[in-house]
């Protein structure tokens, strides 16, 4: 055995599998630093639920909106075609986006007008107040619901009788299109101002005080710093809580079904309550999945042009 030369051959053929090895567990540890590959671990639980929960079900309903009746044969777009030649179905879609828009809207003026009152409030006060204007949004939609159809109903309404009392004459709140639609858009109003409340009181209670008072000093009033500081500064949360609000609104199913079954003569149906009317009642579930599935494109256009608000002013802040 040469001493010299079998010496050097080996610690020649030795220091690379020690380089190397230390490369690969130096890289993995840079890998496990990175605070992306932290985030992406951490949320692939969520990815997975969101994955089967949202993802599978909607790739479905999508395959599922191509058959026909009878879930035989591939009929490519052919129900949307027929949905669309429906004169029923094109009210329909006017509906939703009328009832939708306005509730929203109302959602946001009143929600804004609450979180602004109590946000003058002094603290002490404002847990009582917070707890009881979140009681509609606390309370089951169906549950609510049930009572605001006793106070619309047209033989014991409690509203009517209101009314009667200043001389005015009861109104059929659900025995007409549109006072029925006025009904409906009500009652969501009544259900989901508190969240728009509690989501702008905490954007308000965010806005630096140092700000009010600089304007106070250069004589703005109240108006004025109304609209150049507290809506500048709330302008993302209003975007982010419209949206949502408006994808939850669209997808709305159990006031409309509790309070007017889609009555009178189609009038205040929603996709979501004719989807289930015309894909469970009648049985024909392609359809009532194309039904549900044209809210799609609407809510992803909206999703498009109110995030890109969002990102192009967290671009000019940063």
């Known amino acids: 055995m040469a001493p010299d030369g079998t010496a050097r051959v080996l610690e020649a053929g030795t220091v690379p599998r020690a380089t190397g090895r230390s490369v690969r567990v130096s890289s993995l540890r840079r890998l496990a630093r990175r605070r992306s590959t932290i ?26 909106s191509t058959l026909n009746r009878r879930m035989t044969a591939n009929i490519g ?53 917070r707890g009881m204007l979140l009681i509609p949004w606390v309370i089951p939609p169906a549950l609510s619901t049930l009572g605001w159809w006793w106070m619309f109903d047209p033989s014991y309404s409690s509203i009517n009788w209101l009314i009667n009392v200043f001389g005015f004459p009861s109104i059929p709140w659900l025995g007409t299109p549109w006072w029925a639609r006025i009904a409906v858009i009500m009652v969501n109003v009544w259900y989901g101002a508190p969240f728009f409340m509690i989501m702008y009181l905490a954007a308000l209670k965010s806005v630096p005080e140092q700000l009010y008072e600089a304007a106070a000093i250069d004589g703005a009033t109240s108006w004025q ?94």
């Open 225 to 318: 710093k109304l609209r150049f500081i507290t809506l500048p500064m709330m302008r993302n949360i209003i975007s982010i809580t419209v949206l949502f609000s408006l994808i939850v609104t669209f997808a709305n199913y159990d006031i409309v079904r509790v309070l007017t079954n889609g009555g009178p003569r189609d009038t205040t149906h929603l996709f979501a309550t004719y989807a289930f009317q015309v894909g469970i009642l009648s049985g024909n579930l392609p359809r009532g999945a194309a039904v549900s599935l044209f809210m799609l494109p609407i809510l992803a256009v909206a999703a498009f042009f109110i995030l890109r608000g969002v990102t192009r002013r967290v671009k000019e802040v940063g």
């Open 39 to 64: 985030a992406f671990v951490m949320t692939l639980p969520l990815i997975l639920v969101i994955a089967g929960l949202v993802a599978w079900p909607a790739a479905w309903a999508i395959y599922l």
């Open 77 to 129: 777009l052919d129900n949307y075609l027929i949905l669309l030649e429906s004169e029923s179905f094109r009210m329909i879609i006017w509906q939703s986006c009328f009832f939708a828009i306005t509730a929203v809207l109302l959602k946001a003026l009143i929600g804004f007008w609450l979180a602004h009152m109590l946000h003058h409030i002094p603290t002490r006060g404002q847990r009582k107040w």
